[in-house]
T-cell receptor, first 115, second 117 residues
């Protein structure tokens, strides 16, 4: 069963618009972590954020913000005032305490920021 | 401090040849993970190794694929008799501790891109 779902395969927005990337996860563990990674065209993976299951506080880092809602099993990522450099594939991921030797990735959302 | 080093960055092989991908973890890291990214897909876990031991290979195809992490030297992911479906980006990650994959204390290399002709 797929445990991390990123329903948006591809999104295009015009520069300076806000954009939200959705992530829905599935787990039976009470202890788990959620992550977002960015993969720019160059191909490397850039770690963006980690949240643990006991911390539902939303987080803001510059133009990036994350909304973690356990009630809906979602961990959405919003980019405010998008820039062309934000163009990348974004992956949501999950790790579970009972399976602590792997991170499970969603299929990613390809984000195009148009100038 | 050097990050996780993977080489080669790009590898081209013909069907039936062998591919060897190398991963040097960050200094002091004894836990290594290999992931595969097929085109337009997310990363899929393949194998988790500690020095000289395979801990979890549940994501490895049963045939043609093997991995090792010797006491000295880099971790090696070996693919024998490659087929076109093996074309993918292979990422290595390292961690200083057992729970690295849980807590996200996982550092990824830049990946090795294998193309099978």
């Amino acid at each position: 069963a797929q445990k991390v779902t990123q329903a948006q395969t591809e999104i295009s927005v015009v520069e300076k618009e806000d954009v939200t990337l959705d992530c829905v996860y599935e787990t039976r563990d009470t202890t788990y972590y959620l992550f977002w990674y960015k993969q720019p065209p160059s191909g490397e993976l850039v770690f963006l954020i980690r949240r643990n299951s006991f911390d539902e506080q939303n987080e803001i880092s510059g133009r990036y913000s994350w909304n973690f809602q356990k009630s809906t099993s979602s961990f959405n990522f919003t980019i405010t005032a998008s820039q062309v450099v934000d163009s990348a594939v974004y992956f949501c991921a999950l790790s579970e305490a009972n399976r602590d030797d792997k991170i499970i990735f969603g299929k990613g959302t390809r984000l195009h920021i148009l100038p | 401090n050097a990050g996780v080093m993977q080489n080669p960055r790009h590898l081209v092989r013909r069907r039936g040849q062998e591919a060897r991908l190398r991963c040097s973890p960050m200094k002091g890291h004894s836990h290594v993970y290999w992931y595969r990214q097929l085109p337009e897909e997310g990363l899929k876990f393949m194998v988790y190794l500690q020095k000289e031991n395979i801990i979890d290979e549940s994501g490895m195809p049963k045939e043609r694929f093997s991995a090792e992490f010797p006491k000295e030297g880099p971790s090696i992911l070996r693919i024998q008799q490659v087929v076109r479906g093996d074309s993918a980006a292979y990422f290595c990650a390292s961690s200083p501790r057992r729970t690295g994959a849980l807590t996200g204390e996982l550092f990824f290399g830049e990946g090795s891109r294998l193309t099978v002709l």
